[in-house]
């Protein structure tokens, strides 16, 4: 019985390694969201730079996103770059926003190659049901770095990419 049960844990983690390719990258958990709604996620970071550790995590913020807070972290510093944005100004809360955050950037750990961590967001998101949002990351490490930079092209699978920039699927709001 006992062989039964270790062989049945060894091939439900095998599944679910297998089922999840993307572990290997830098992704948002949770990588789907409601459209036009404020929205909390986390970069996760499963591991460093070729076994070295990680340092600092920068993250584009993709147009259209707006009120982007990020996530403070014990051991790690935040800096936060904003952007003019262009055209029509949006409104919240009754007052009009002109400026946006560009990239938000942790500096710090160090986060071993062994270990995972997360850098939480939240963010108001555009309302544009259908699109997926891409968040591009700079990983540095105390040797080397990654840049999931990467976008698909049309009809491309981004797991096919070796460097995908983490991608976030706007659903519609429900009837």
């Known amino acids: ?9 060894a091939a439900c983690v095998a599944a679910a390694l297998g089922a999840t390719p993307s572990l ?16 909390q996620t986390a970069l996760s970071v499963p591991h460093g730079c070729d076994g070295a550790a990680t340092v600092a995590v920068r993250v584009k913020i993709p147009d259209g996103v707006l009120s982007v807070k990020p996530q403070m972290k014990p051991g790690w510093t935040v800096e936060i770059k904003t952007r003019k944005i262009e055209g029509e100004q949006p409104k919240m809360h009754g007052k009009t926003i002109s400026e946006t955050v560009d990239e938000v950037s942790w500096r710090g750990g160090p986060l071993p190659d ?12 555009p309302d544009a049901a259908g699109k997926t949002l891409y968040f591009p990351v700079v990983q540095e490490c105390e040797k080397g770095v990654h840049r999931w930079i990467e976008l698909p092209a049309a009809k491309q699978a981004a797991d096919a990419l070796k460097e995908p920039a983490p991608g976030l699927r706007l659903k519609p709001k429900a009837p």
């Open 1 to 9: 019985m006992r062989a039964h049960v270790a062989w049945s844990a």
């Open 24 to 39: 290997a990258h830098v992704s948002l958990q949770p990588s789907e969201a409601v459209a036009g709604n404020y929205f």
């Open 114 to 125: 062994n270990l995972y961590d997360t850098f939480g967001l939240v963010m108001k998101l």
